[in-house]
């Protein structure tokens, strides 16, 4: 008589077919019959019971293919308002580029530029040493100077 | 709501999805559910975190349809999905949070489960007998490593063959059967304790 199966050799039986040799030492052995059946049979009422454990009736079953169904739904029409918002989105952006004002033109500058020169130099001439009582007569002296001049251009 | 479903999944499904998308996603959900919320019930022992977890299952194998390329079954992809979620909800902070504050009590799952037994197979003594030894397997199995306790699963409750757990698991075959080795060594264990 062959010494009883290992441990191993127990456990495989639970999931592959013995083999010829493991076969004839069963036949055999009551011991390992007996190791073998006890827990081939608490496994399986094991299983028993984790299914009976989950079983639920027919409406719970039903309750969840029916919100699984409207979850799926309502994230389907979620995606058309989201590319609407997008695309007005983007023609707010396009709108704004296409409107935005244009950069003031190079002759309005120029008009800009020599009106502030002036500007300086009446205020540097105002702001120079010319006593007080004199300012209006170098201002008037300044005026026409510079009427001579553009005369003369 | 079943036609809407099943239109969308027509007009919106890739190619490579033919297979599924030819299938009514509605049916494809009726003859799955039962057995999803069971493994994530087993994997869980929680049904409320069950039951939400079979529902975002589905709603996940939907959206990723696209990637369903046929290789596998259905319900193996659908067991890869039912099991990835379960490892993502142990290892969501908010689980260990509420694990912490509230820790949950298994003996009220073990009683039901061992209660589960048919009553007039065995004699009283035998149907006692057999509860204890239900509920050693289950207390082994709730000793497991995390991977071990899906092996166990899918082999001695879902009855999925070797090959099937290493394609849904993506491990080595080799793998299954040692980890299959060591869960039944612990739970032979427990069970022989439970008899004596």
Known sequence: ?153 | MADIVTGMLALEAAPDAKSLAEQDFDQIVRLHQRRIYRILLFLLKDPDAAENLTQECFLRAYQKRSSFRGEAAVETWLTRIAINLARDYFRSKRHGFWQKLFPRDDRGELRDIAEQIPDGRVSAEGELLERERVAAVWRAADRLSPQQREVFLLRFVEEMSLREIAATLQIELGTVKSHLSRALSSIRTHVKGAGQ
């Open chain 1, 1 to 153: 008589m062959n010494p009883h199966l290992s441990e191993s050799e127990l456990n495989a039986l639970l999931w592959e077919e013995p083999s010829a040799g493991t076969s004839e030492h069963l036949a055999q052995c009551a011991e390992c019959r007996r190791e073998r059946e006890l827990i081939a049979g608490s496994l399986a009422a094991f299983r028993s019971g984790v299914q009976q454990y989950a079983l639920r009736d027919e409406f719970f079953w039903s309750a969840q293919r029916a919100r699984i169904a409207s979850t799926i739904a309502a994230r389907a029409h979620q995606t058309v308002p989201t590319l609407a918002w997008s695309m007005l989105a983007g023609l707010i952006v396009l709108g704004i580029v296409l409107l935005r004002p244009a950069k003031p033109s190079a002759v309005r500058q120029t008009a800009y530029d020599q009106d502030y020169a002036l500007l300086v130099v009446v205020e540097q001439t105002v702001n120079s040493e010319v006593p007080d009582a004199l300012a209006p007569a170098t201002l008037l002296a300044y005026e026409m100077n510079r009427t001579v001049k553009t005369r003369s251009k």
